[in-house]
């Protein structure tokens, strides 16, 4: 983190990216030294309300971070920014998102955990944007001039006060990720598919039964221990992942949803299981105990970077076999028609929820942005499973972008591709089901790999 010091005497000339979080009330006019080269500025953590009229005269500025500050209106000197991509106000106290505020290049929009009730119609003009990022707002509806940003991947929409998801947005020809549990509307369907506690009660985990070891991970939602869990000190305590909730509202939404998301789930073998609920703790933070994934077991990717936005990053020279392809694919596509048969669609179906052997055994978790699904609605319950599809087709993209090249399985390939095209297809209704797309990744594995087994 920088300090005021360094940039008060000039140490940072030339710098392309600037953190500063130390109380600040007012924008340090001193940032305006280093126009010619800031790309990236993070001012989260402050107590600033208010950002200076000239702003533009950083006219290199691509990413702007005003997280947890004390704004109550989205700037609207921020649409006079020409190069601004990246705009992220989440936790501040934004009620009202002036037109003028949104600038012409934006991409992705961070509004988390706002007091935001509307949005204004010249959204329609953002048509590079990919991320809209709005959980834990007051939103009642969405402005239909949404419907034409076709370029919209990844939204987030949960805790909010939506009383019906619009129509055209089961049409958008790129949205991929989607989250919108915990409003109004999903309210009916979440009570009726969730498991009678009274019946068939969680495991509880107390927490004083716990003793936390290192730092396993870290995503939107919350972190991640690896602990030891002893409920009774007769017997040797089991090697366990805790999962701690971020606050009351994360970027997917409410904890309570994501904890009813994984009790709904239920047992698969390309799913990580929940093993209990924790409870007791000293602060009353949320989370979930679930088994430690086994050591040969890694995150496949990275998630998005600023500059890739929507898609996983990779490690260099990554490179899968067709066989590790086929395994990671038919795993992932396995896990989520489960989900969807138990009435959940996962909403983050990506590389950096899927954990994977070398050999392409892998487990599909993280369940922040699960969503009930309509079930007493076919039609729109399968509409959202088809967005889930183009998810997996960004996947079987990318693995197949980071495949081995190999003449002899240049067959098995091409019907790769020919799925990935069907999942990927922008006509919405034009993509597969679930249940299609194993059946054909089980057909494909029987013609070019039968002696592959998934695991199990």
Not at 122 to 147: D, E, F, I, S, Y
Not at 319 to 333: C, E, G, K, N, Q
Not at 383 to 388: D, F, N, P, V
């Amino acid at each position: 983190m920088t300090t005021l010091t360094q940039l008060r005497t000039g140490q940072l000339q030339g710098t392309q990216r600037l953190d500063i979080s130390c109380n600040l009330t007012e924008f340090p006019r001193e940032i305006f030294d280093l126009a010619d080269s800031l790309h990236t500025l993070n001012l989260s953590g402050n107590a600033l309300a208010h950002l200076p009229d000239d702003l533009p005269r950083l006219h290199q500025l691509r990413v702007l971070f005003c997280s947890e500050n004390q704004f109550t209106e989205l700037p609207a000197v921020l649409g006079q920014c020409p190069q601004l991509q990246m705009v992220g106000f989440k936790s501040n106290r934004i009620s009202h998102v002036p037109a003028a505020a949104l600038p012409p290049q934006l991409r992705w929009l961070i509004l988390t955990d706002n007091h935001i009730a509307t949005l204004p119609d010249a959204l329609v003009h953002c048509t590079q944007l990919q991320k809209l990022m709005l959980a834990g707002n007051r939103l009642t509806q969405l402005p239909g001039t949404l419907a034409a940003c076709h370029r919209l991947e990844l939204l987030r929409i949960s805790a909010n006060r939506l009383t019906a998801l619009p129509p055209w947005l089961l049409n958008l020809p790129r949205l991929a990720w989607l989250a919108y549990g915990g409003n109004p509307f999903s309210e009916a369907f979440e009570t009726a598919h969730q498991p009678s506690e009274s019946s068939n009660p969680p495991t509880t985990v107390q927490w004083q039964h716990l003793t936390l070891q290192h730092l396993l991970g870290e995503g939107a939602s919350g972190v991640i221990h690896q602990a030891l869990w002893q409920p009774n000190p007769a017997t040797p305590p089991a090697q366990v992942a805790v999962k701690l909730f971020k606050g009351a509202v994360t970027s997917d939404g409410w904890p309570l949803s994501e904890r009813a998301a994984c009790l709904r789930a239920g047992a698969h073998p390309g799913l990580i299981p929940t093993t209990g609920v924790l409870v007791g703790h000293p602060s009353g933070t949320a989370g979930l105990v679930m088994p430690c994934t086994p050591p040969r077991f890694t995150t496949l990717a990275g998630p998005p970077s600023l500059e890739s936005c929507t898609r996983d990053v990779y490690a260099p020279h990554t490179r899968f076999s067709l066989a590790t392809v086929m395994r990671i694919a038919l795993s992932a596509a396995s896990a989520a028609q489960h989900l969807h048969a138990q009435g959940l669609l996962h909403g983050d179906l990506y590389a950096h929820n899927l954990q994977c052997t070398a050999q392409g055994d892998c487990v599909l978790g993280d369940m922040g942005a699960a969503s009930f699904l309509p079930m007493h609605d076919l039609a729109t319950s399968q509409a959202l499973q088809r967005l889930e599809a183009r998810a997996l087709g960004c996947l079987l993209e990318e693995l197949l972008a980071h495949g081995e090249a190999c003449v002899d399985d240049s067959d098995a390939r091409s019907a790769l591709r020919h799925l990935c095209v069907q999942c990927l297809h922008s006509d919405v209704a034009a993509r597969p089901l679930f249940g299609q797309v194993v059946a054909q990744l089980q057909a494909l594995k029987s013609r070019f790999l039968p002696g592959f087994k998934v695991l199990k």
